[in-house]
């Protein structure tokens, strides 16, 4: 039997760490090169970060049925181009803030810094930008970098829309692919794989991305990284086809690709005559029509999914995008300084490593307890759910060492991770694979809500908990350390929420068959 399956496990591995290396550069590169340059608050990079999670959950809403009409190949090659020009596209919102506010254009990354820096000093202030700028009591020169800071955030959000355009149809793809490549029982192992990609990229970045900004400006890292994903459609072209089509396939694997087909049809010869036999043959083919979009709502089982993502990827989101500016705020080791990179990495490690080898406890509760598929999911899903508990602990064991709030959020993560990979397999365990990116958009699209929730919420609550002081207190904490103590405090209980509700709306295994 050819092992090609895995090959493609390995493309979606490499797409999904290329995606989330794409989302880092900006977490690790505000707080030390881009705020000082824009003059950014905390609120400013939480409205970026909450309003690309908004654009990527409307964007989810339609990727999975895009890719379910466009076809998996097509489908996965247009996301990916999208969401690279996306990230090349920031390293451009310097020289475009200051082509706006100075008239310049056509000038290179340092000569836009140059030009915004004397702008900001004469306070040279149009009368067309008064109409859209507060007003300040504190002179003319607040006034010009409130122009720079303002401009400079409409500018990465509309590249972050691109992105997260583009990034809303990698996870419906690569689940439709797996879908399609791999029998039940392997799926979750298989989605831990790839989906630990996120990761790999989350693990790459801080090794490289600050060291990339510091020697060749925080412009070029956004360039560099993105050119990657140009580089793997080129692979995708090359490799991917369907398992019946595909030259790299043989007889033998896709015999075994399509185990779940060949034991239904077998149990159903078994157990019906002739006449019933051809009904359940019409029922499977009916199976694979496309469920409309709206009656996908109808379904206890997408309600299900959608909880579950809308409870738990804010989660993520939280730690991918501001644990940079955590060990920052809180230990003043700033994102290219060898002890954040140390820090970060050692973060990511323990998340790579336990989420995959979490992906595969299902597989041992099917293949060696005998466990339904989806009894054997969930009963590893509440185990992966008290993982985020011990994130109560990290900012206290933070005051004896940074490395326990690297660790602690390492160990989040994983459970994080390993979540989400069987997550993402309850949907294909339960709707028919014309189906899968359509649901698994429409649940993605919940986790962007409650992703721009906690992000939008997180920035204004460490700004207006900064600006307080002593006076803002939480369990022991006060100012900015509170702030993150109350963050963390809803992060640990959403995933036992998350998993109770889901079992409430969906008790026992029960896939749609669509007539």
């Given at each position: 039997?050819?092992?090609?399956?895995?090959?493609?496990?390995?493309?979606?591995?490499?797409?999904?760490?290329?995606?989330?290396?794409?989302?880092?550069?900006?977490?690790?590169?505000?707080?030390?090169?881009?705020?000082?340059?824009?003059?950014?608050?905390?609120?400013?990079?939480?409205?970026?970060?909450?309003?690309?999670?908004?654009?990527?959950?409307?964007?989810?809403?339609?990727?999975?049925?895009?890719?379910?009409?466009?076809?998996?190949?097509?489908?996965?090659?247009?996301?990916?181009?999208?969401?690279?020009?996306?990230?090349?596209?920031?390293?451009?919102?310097?020289?475009?803030?200051?082509?706006?506010?100075?008239?310049?254009?056509?000038?290179?990354?340092?000569?836009?810094?140059?030009?915004?820096?004397?702008?900001?000093?004469?306070?040279?202030?149009?009368?067309?930008?008064?109409?859209?700028?507060?007003?300040?009591?504190?002179?003319?020169?607040?006034?010009?970098?409130?122009?720079?800071?303002?401009?400079?955030?409409?500018?990465?959000?509309?590249?972050?829309?691109?992105?997260?355009?583009?990034?809303?149809?990698?996870?419906?793809?690569?689940?439709?692919?797996?879908?399609?490549?791999?029998?039940?029982?392997?799926?979750?192992?298989?989605?831990?794989?790839?989906?630990?990609?996120?990761?790999?990229?989350?693990?790459?970045?801080?090794?490289?991305?600050?060291?990339?900004?510091?020697?060749?400006?925080?412009?070029?890292?956004?360039?560099?990284?993105?050119?990657?994903?140009?580089?793997?459609?080129?692979?995708?072209?090359?490799?991917?086809?369907?398992?019946?089509?595909?030259?790299?396939?043989?007889?033998?694997?896709?015999?075994?690709?399509?185990?779940?087909?060949?034991?239904?049809?077998?149990?159903?010869?078994?157990?019906?005559?002739?006449?019933?036999?051809?009904?359940?043959?019409?029922?499977?083919?009916?199976?694979?029509?496309t469920i409309g979009f709206w009656?996908?709502?109808?379904?206890?089982?997408?309600?299900?999914?959608?909880?579950?993502?809308?409870?738990?990827?804010?989660?993520?989101?939280?730690?991918?995008?501001?644990?940079?500016?955590?060990?920052?705020?809180?230990?003043?080791?700033?994102?290219?300084?060898?002890?954040?990179?140390?820090?970060?990495?050692?973060?990511?490690?323990?998340?790579?490593?336990?989420?995959?080898?979490?992906?595969?406890?299902?597989?041992?509760?099917?293949?060696?307890?005998?466990?339904?598929?989806?009894?054997?999911?969930?009963?590893?899903?509440?185990?992966?759910?008290?993982?985020?508990?011990?994130?109560?602990?990290?900012?206290?064991m933070g005051a004896f060492s940074?490395?326990?709030?690297?660790?602690?959020?390492?160990?989040?993560?994983?459970?994080?991770?390993?979540?989400?990979?069987?997550?993402?397999?309850?949907?294909?365990?339960?709707?028919?694979?014309?189906?899968?990116?359509?649901?698994?958009?429409?649940?993605?699209?919940?986790?962007?809500?409650?992703?721009?929730?906690?992000?939008?919420?997180?920035?204004?609550?460490?700004?207006?908990?900064?600006?307080?002081?002593?006076?803002?207190?939480?369990?022991?904490?006060?100012?900015?350390?509170?702030?993150?103590?109350?963050?963390?405090?809803?992060?640990?209980?959403?995933?036992?929420?998350?998993?109770?509700?889901?079992?409430?709306?969906?008790?026992?295994?029960?896939?749609?068959?669509?007539?």
């Amino acid at each position: 039997m050819s092992k090609f399956r895995w090959v493609i496990c390995g493309l979606l591995f490499l797409a999904t760490t290329v995606n989330y290396m794409d989302r880092q550069v900006l977490s690790l590169t505000w707080k030390d090169f881009i705020a000082p340059e824009f003059d950014w608050t905390d609120n400013d990079y939480g409205t970026i970060t909450g309003l690309f999670s908004i654009f990527y959950a409307i964007a989810n809403l339609f990727a999975g049925k895009f890719v379910d009409w466009v076809g998996t190949k097509r489908g996965y090659l247009i996301a990916i181009g999208v969401w690279s020009a996306g990230a090349v596209l920031h390293a451009f919102s310097g020289v475009l803030t200051c082509g706006v506010l100075t008239g310049n254009w056509f000038v290179g990354f340092e000569t836009a810094k140059e030009l915004l820096h004397q702008y900001t000093a004469a306070g040279q202030v149009g009368p067309g930008m008064m109409s859209v700028l507060k007003v300040v009591d504190s002179g003319v020169v607040p006034t010009a970098m409130l122009a720079v800071s303002t401009i400079s955030v409409w500018f990465f959000l509309a590249f972050r829309m691109v992105l997260a355009l583009g990034e809303a149809g990698n996870f419906p793809a690569a689940i439709k692919v797996t879908a399609e490549f791999f029998p039940k029982k392997d799926r979750a192992f298989a989605t831990s794989i790839f989906n630990s990609g996120a990761s790999i990229g989350a693990l790459a970045a801080p090794a490289t991305i600050p060291l990339l900004a510091r020697a060749m400006g925080w412009e070029m890292a956004f360039i560099i990284i993105g050119v990657l994903g140009f580089v793997w459609m080129g692979l995708w072209l090359w490799l991917y086809e369907k398992p019946a089509k595909n030259k790299f396939v043989n007889a033998a694997e896709l015999e075994y690709i399509n185990q779940d087909e060949t034991e239904e049809q077998a149990e159903a010869a078994v157990q019906t005559d002739k006449k019933d036999a051809e009904e359940d043959t019409k029922d499977e083919q009916s199976e694979e029509k496309t469920i409309g979009f709206w009656r996908c709502f109808t379904f206890r089982q997408t309600w299900s999914f959608i909880t579950g993502k809308f409870l738990t990827d804010g989660v993520w989101w939280f730690f991918l995008f501001w644990a940079p500016a955590y060990f920052s705020d809180q230990y003043g080791y700033t994102s290219d300084s060898s002890m954040a990179i140390a820090l970060i990495f050692t973060l990511y490690a323990i998340v790579t490593v336990l989420s995959i080898m979490g992906g595969y406890l299902p597989t041992y509760f099917v293949d060696k307890k005998k466990m339904n598929p989806y009894i054997g999911r969930m009963r590893a899903m509440l185990i992966f759910a008290c993982f985020p508990l011990l994130g109560l602990l990290a900012q206290p064991m933070g005051a004896f060492s940074p490395w326990w709030p690297a660790i602690i959020i390492g160990l989040l993560g994983a459970g994080h991770q390993a979540w989400s990979a069987n997550l993402y397999s309850t949907v294909s365990d339960m709707f028919p694979k014309s189906t899968v990116a359509t649901i698994t958009g429409i649940g993605a699209m919940a986790g962007g809500i409650g992703s721009f929730l906690i992000n939008k919420g997180s920035g204004a609550l460490f700004t207006y908990a900064q600006d307080q002081g002593a006076a803002f207190q939480f369990m022991g904490f006060e100012g900015k350390p509170a702030g993150y103590m109350i963050i963390f405090c809803i992060c640990a209980v959403a995933y036992l929420i998350g998993w109770c509700i889901m079992k409430l709306l969906v008790p026992k295994y029960k896939p749609i068959v669509v007539k």
